[in-house]
């Protein structure tokens, strides 16, 4: 499991970047991203923590779906 704790550090280093450089929405996308992986290895067999991370997942989602709508209009 090596590499989900890659992603997870990835994720969560290019939303302090893009937060750096003022990019607020992307910046919640990877939060949210890196956050939902996080508590998913934590989460166990504890359903009220998988619910958690997939509300982060659709957050995820949510932002990943404004910057398309913000970019192409």
């Known amino acids: ?3 989900r704790f890659i992603v997870i550090v990835l994720a969560l280093g290019a ?8 990019a607020f929405v ?15 290895r934590v989460a166990g067999t504890r359903p ?8 982060c997942f659709l957050l995820t989602a949510a932002s990943v ?4 709508v913000r970019d192409f209009l």
């Open 1 to 3: 499991m090596i590499s």
């Open 15 to 22: 939303a302090a970047y893009r937060a750096s450089q003022g």
């Open 26 to 40: 992307e910046a919640l996308g990877l939060t949210a991203l890196g956050t939902g992986l996080l508590i998913l």
């Open 48 to 55: 009220m923590l998988r619910n958690t991370a997939y509300a």
């Open 65 to 68: 779906a404004i910057v398309v």
